[in-house]
Structure formats: structure tokens, C-alpha cells
């Protein structure tokens, strides 16, 4: 019996041992955009399991700014009223497409920081915003060069909000859609395609990495920067 009753002791303690311990993590997340009127740095806490397991109730006290590395000038991030989400409410309009981008967020002990490069402006050329096209006449889209890219993003947003998007990464400046025309095009309707130029960052975070995040000083996070335009068509089937 107490051979038994010390095997099961041993057993208890081997178990607690193994039991993962938690470990908080501060966890950041921005995206600059030059045709955003303010940026946002959301910034929560990341636990460390087998599993990654969100703390979604965000973090307040953090402290939360940028430095454009070509001026120096310094924008500076206050909490809004939503928990962990810090707004630039002093500056509107201030991103600069290809300049280079500081993130800092301090946070009791921990002190994150990542950089980002933003990728130039620019526009789709064909079609133009607002075209009605016939169906057997959408073969492409065609956008000028964004300068300091890595990639560009493509997608289709259809009108029924629950097909699936199944968008395209190239590093050209033009989709051929003869191959994709019936998927994405399977209606008469108004069609929104968007197209982003993203920096090494986003593309490593969304592609590369499958949306796992970066190691950010002493925490966790993902700083990219990105621009993009938008077009409304209408495809007449």
C-alpha cells in the first residue's frame, strides 16, 4: 500500500513539473498606411503555451510613439477608449510613403521595437474606377509601380460577403484574370479589387511566417507598413 501510495506521489510531482508555466508577454501590432488619416499600435499581452492563447482585454499604460528617421520628428500615441488600442491624436496625415519608420512601446520592463520602410504610393490604371465592363472583356488589372516594395497584394471582393477571398501575391504590376475571370467574376454586379503594395514585413508576417509574429525587443508583434488603391467596377454577365 505504500509502495502504492509513493508511486502516485511521483507521479503528481513529475506531472507539475511538466506543466508549461505562463509566461506574459507585451505583444504590439501596427500597420502604417500614407492614405490612413491617423495610425493606430495595438497593444495587448501574448502567452506563452504549446499553443499560443490571446489575452484580448489589451494594455493600458503603455508608453507608445515613432520616430521618422529622416526629420527625427517624433509622434507620440495616447490610449483611446477602447483598452490597448493607442491612436497619434495630435497629427493626422503625417506617414510619408518611402520614409523610414521607429516603432517604441514601453511597457513596465519590457521594451519593443521594430522598423519599417514604407513602399511608395500608387494607382491602378486599368480598369478605372467606376467602369462598367462586359464579362468577356476583363482579362486584367493593371497598376503602376509602388517603389520600396516587396510585393503586391491582389484581391477581388466580391458582393456576397461570404465567398471566400482568394487573393494573388506577385511582384508584378499586372494580374492576367482570364485563368481566375469565373471565380471571381460569377455574377452581374459591383465588384471592389484592391490592390497593396506591402514591405518586407507584411509580406514575411502574412506569407512567410503564416501570421506568426516577430520578435520585437523584449516582446512580440508585427510592425509593417504598406499603401494600396481600391477601384468599384461593374461586370455585366
Known amino acids: 500500500m505504500r509502495n502504492k501510495f509513493f508511486f502516485f506521489l511521483i507521479l503528481i510531482l513529475s506531472c507539475a513539473e511538466k506543466e508549461p508555466k505562463k509566461e506574459s508577454i507585451t505583444f504590439a501590432y501596427c500597420i502604417l498606411n500614407p492614405r490612413f488619416k491617423n495610425q493606430i ?3 495587448d499581452s501574448l502567452y506563452g503555451f504549446t499553443e499560443e492563447i490571446r ?3 489589451g494594455i493600458s499604460g503603455a508608453n507608445v510613439f515613432i520616430l521618422e528617421e ?6 507620440y500615441f495616447r490610449e483611446s477608449d477602447r483598452k490597448g488600442v493607442y491612436r497619434d491624436t495630435m497629427r493626422e496625415e503625417w506617414v510619408k510613403p518611402l520614409f523610414t519608420y521607429q ?5 513596465h520592463s519590457d521594451t519593443l521595437w521594430g522598423r519599417t520602410k514604407v513602399p511608395d504610393t500608387f494607382s491602378i490604371t486599368f480598369p478605372k474606377d467606376f467602369d462598367t465592363i462586359p464579362f468577356s472583356d476583363i482579362d486584367s488589372v493593371i497598376w503602376r509601380k509602388s517603389l520600396g516594395r516587396k510585393v503586391y497584394f491582389f484581391a477581388v471582393i466580391h458582393p456576397d460577403t461570404t465567398k471566400p477571398l ?3 501575391v506577385t511582384k508584378d504590376t499586372f494580374v492576367a484574370l482570364s ?4 471565380f471571381y467574376f460569377d455574377t452581374t454586379a459591383n465588384y471592389i479589387i484592391k ?6 514585413n507584411r509580406y514575411r508576417y502574412m506569407v512567410m511566417k503564416n501570421y506568426e509574429p516577430d520578435t520585437l525587443g523584449e516582446g512580440l508583434g508585427h510592425f509593417s507598413s504598406q499603401t494600396e488603391d481600391t477601384i468599384s467596377i461593374y461586370i455585366r454577365k
Open 103 to 107: 516603432l517604441f512601446v514601453i511597457f
Open 41 to 43: 499600435v495595438i497593444v
Open 55 to 57: 489575452d484580448t482585454s
Open 70 to 75: 529622416e526629420t527625427g520628428e517624433t509622434t
Open 195 to 200: 490592390v497593396g503594395a506591402w514591405d518586407e
Open 166 to 168: 482568394i487573393p494573388i
Open 179 to 182: 485563368r481566375y475571370r469565373n
